[in-house]
């Protein structure tokens, strides 16, 4: 009988299901509904409540609750052989949080197959909006618990990252301050992740060191709650969280909800879930310490795995467990591809083909020049105020312009990466602009580094699945090892390696200091 697996991904927008043979290496099923689509009564846009603040961002847990009731009627309709499933788990868009009462336990236990999952649910939240990732409402909660930790440096050595609007301790630490009430009938406070890894289960279970480390509440090195964190955000704190788990811990067998409504097989095993950043990180098949892959997409995400925990002194990265053992890490540039695309514009460059030929027609290092492109805030380096800044450079030159701005991205990338101490000897290119030949030569140059396309469509749920399948494996009382559980599954595009142009690097290994002067002097300047 065919191993199959079950993988799906609560992200902002969607609920997706991944569905995959074992044995033959195939991805057998994959489904997506969109929030707004199939479920326009909770009326969200992009899967968010709108709010008349617009740092708010939160969403209707119960919205994702009805999602995962649709998604296996979908999958039962779709003939998916649900009652061959060997175990399932999931991913789920990070730091965003949920807060039961004390009838959440007894609701989760008792679900009733009779009535849809959320009326079974009715009554069970301590707050009726979970507030999302999108979120930025919190920078004084932000400032109060970095102070209590001893300052960036501190706070990052302690819990992994910096503290961020947001992560979720400082979105708890807010509704303590705002609602103490509330707060005070809160029994628990689950992740978007482990609340549905609760409702398969039927029952609340732990939150995994993936998407633990995205709250600023877990100590990054002994994978345990963080007492000095804890009290810094909200009393009695430690009474309201869950355990914390390794990734891989089965919780027991699916919930009788779904075998008995959807004919899901009663032995399949249900595991804890993990974030979305950490389940594509398995996903993309990075499970060997030091490999790195760099998603360009609306926003370019430079993550990879690391074997001993190091954090970013700048606290401008993070770093979360990594659900193949060791450490990953993430760094978030927003200015991606909405950059390129404002340079392409502004220059009248019809298409990413043409782009691409500006980029080539100009030599590497563009003769010095150098473009920051804050055409929005930016995270890294941390920009308020946005602001584009030219720097021996001819803002009427449409080509060098072209190239700076890709340049500067991914001296960006080499400069602020460099706390993790992590040489990559690949690095697999994702995301809509990885398919431009020209972009991955620069990273390669400026990265002295080989660059492999990668296209995993869902990687995110992928990740979840093979996730499941090694959880059930290691259940199994085997010990699979990680390159053969993600072998098949994760491969780059073949014949699309990249190589470093050994003279191009050179030039690149002197242009990154002036780059960095450059952003020291625009920081500094107050313009940003
Ligand atoms: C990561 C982050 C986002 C969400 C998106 O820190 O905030 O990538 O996980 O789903």
């Not at 779709?78 to 399932?88: E, F, M, Q, R, T």
Request: hydrophobic content about 40%; charged content about 20%; aromatic content about 8%.
């Amino acid at each position: 009988m065919a191993k199959l697996f079950l993988g799906l991904d609560s992200s902002t927008q969607s609920l997706s299901a991944v569905v995959i043979d074992y044995d033959s290496r195939k991805v057998v099923y994959e489904k997506s509904l969109n929030f707004d689509r199939v479920l326009p009564q909770y009326q969200t846009q992009n899967g968010v409540l709108p709010n008349p603040d617009p740092l708010v961002k939160h969403s209707p847990p119960l919205m994702w609750a009805d999602a995962l009731d649709l998604l296996f009627a979908e999958m039962k309709e779709d003939g998916v052989a649900l009652g061959n499933l060997l175990a399932i788990s999931g991913s789920g868009q990070q730091h965003g949080s949920v807060y039961f009462n004390h009838r959440a336990g007894g609701a989760l236990s008792g679900l009733n197959p009779a009535k849809p999952l959320v009326e079974n649910l009715t009554g069970i939240f301590s707050r009726k909006t979970s507030p999302i990732w999108m979120d930025s409402s919190t920078a004084a909660e932000c400032a109060e618990i970095r102070e209590a930790l001893g300052g960036i440096k501190a706070t990052a050595q302690k819990t992994g990252s910096d503290t961020f609007e947001r992560f979720t301790g400082p979105q708890i630490r807010k509704f303590y301050k705002t609602e103490p009430e509330a707060y005070a009938q809160t029994a628990g406070i689950a992740l978007v992740s482990s609340f549905m890894a609760s409702l398969l289960a039927g029952k609340i279970v732990p939150i995994d060191h993936g998407d633990g480390a995205g709250m600023n509440l877990m100590d990054i090195k002994k994978k345990v709650w963080h007492p000095d964190a804890l009290k810094a955000t909200a009393p009695d704190l430690d009474r309201k969280l869950p355990p914390l788990a390794e990734s891989w811990k089965v919780v027991g067998a699916v919930s009788p909800y779904f075998v008995k409504k959807f004919g899901v097989n009663p032995d399949a095993q249900s595991l804890v879930w993990s974030g979305d950043n950490p389940c594509s990180v398995i996903g993309l098949g990075l499970i060997k310490a030091g490999q790195v892959a760099v998603s360009l997409g609306t926003s370019d995400t430079f993550f990879g795995s690391m074997r001993s925990c190091h954090t970013d002194a700048h606290g401008e990265g993070h770093v979360f467990g990594s659900p193949a053992g060791y450490y990953m890490t993430l760094i978030c540039f927003k200015n991606g591809s909405l950059a390129r695309e404002k340079i392409r514009e502004q220059y009248g460059i019809k298409d990413w083909n043409e782009f691409g030929k500006q980029l080539a027609s100009t030599p590497p290092g563009n003769r010095g020049g150098i473009l920051l492109p804050w055409f929005d805030a930016e995270i890294v380096p941390r920009v308020n105020q946005p602001g584009i800044h030219r720097f021996d450079l001819d803002e009427k030159d449409a080509a060098a312009n072209c190239r700076a701005v890709v340049e500067a991205q991914m001296m960006a990338m080499r400069l602020h990466s460099r706390w993790m101490k992590v040489a990559p000897d690949r690095i697999f290119a994702t995301g809509g602009a990885s398919q431009d030949s020209p972009i991955l030569q620069i990273m390669a140059d400026v990265m002295n580094c080989r660059v492999l396309r990668i296209e995993v469509s869902k990687s995110a749920a992928l990740g979840a699945a093979l996730r499941a399948a090694h959880g059930w494996l290691v259940r199994a009382g085997e010990r699979p090892e990680w390159v053969k559980v993600v072998a098949g599954f994760t491969d780059p595009i073949p014949n699309s390696e990249i190589r470093p142009n050994p003279k191009a690097t050179k030039v690149y290994d002197k242009l990154v200091e002036k780059y960095a002067a450059c952003e020291r002097a625009a920081l500094a300047s107050g313009n940003a």
